[in-house]
């Protein structure tokens, strides 16, 4: 059975700095392609951080450069966003979703996800 679980979520003030984490089981996790995704209410789903399954690779959304950071943990099977710098713009709900993919990562679609957890609540006050 897989499962994917979000969690470190919260309530943080702007430029303050978070880390969320996204642990994972039912499926061999060194296979997937992983990312982090956010929506933010009344928008669509956006990628905003992935990493190929060898953590070789890795995109950000143009938002997020140089503030975010994805990392991801095989002994733990659990994928990481460390997030510095908090703008009220990064309230969001994010996601972690997986693709079973060994390419190398240049894009984070949605679409192209097939495992996703619940998601983790962001938000961000001035």
């Known amino acids: 059975q897989v499962q994917v679980v979000e969690s470190g979520g919260g309530l943080v003030q702007a430029a303050g700095s978070l880390t969320l984490s996204c642990t994972t089981s039912g499926f061999t996790f060194d296979d997937y392609t992983m990312g982090w995704f956010r929506q933010a209410p009344g928008k669509e789903r956006e990628g905003v951080a992935c990493i190929s399954w060898t953590g070789g690779s890795t995109y950000y959304a143009d938002s997020v450069k140089g503030r975010f950071t994805i990392g991801r943990d095989y002994a733990r099977n659990t994928l990481s966003l460390q997030i510095n710098g908090l703008k009220i713009e990064d309230t969001a709900m994010y996601y972690c979703?997986?693709?079973?993919?060994?390419?190398?990562?240049?894009?984070?679609?949605?679409?192209?996800?097939?495992?996703w957890g619940q998601g983790t609540q962001v938000t961000v006050s001035s």
């Open positions: 979703g997986a693709l079973k993919s060994r390419a190398v990562v240049r894009t984070c679609s949605v679409r192209d996800y097939t495992f």
